[in-house]
């Protein structure tokens, strides 16, 4: 199967990968809290929370793996 390739512009490449790196470190954060919680029921949502957070990051890194920087257009001169 064919995969389709998207054009972005750099700034919008820029924008993902800054949310996926902001993704994973606070997923990272997330779950070094998880031994402090007491409650079980907290602990479980508080790891819900780092799989969605990983699994976020997954797709938007699957989503950049797919695309291609567009080159910026050049002014035209007369």
Known sequence: MQQDTFEVSARFGQMILARI?????????????????????????QQKLVDEQRAEAGRMRAFLSQTKIREPELPRTA
């Not at 790196?21 to 479980?44: F, N, T």
């Open 21 to 45: 790196l902001e993704l994973e470190l606070g997923a990272s954060r997330d779950e070094k809290v998880i031994p402090s919680l007491l409650s079980p029921d907290h602990r479980r949502r």
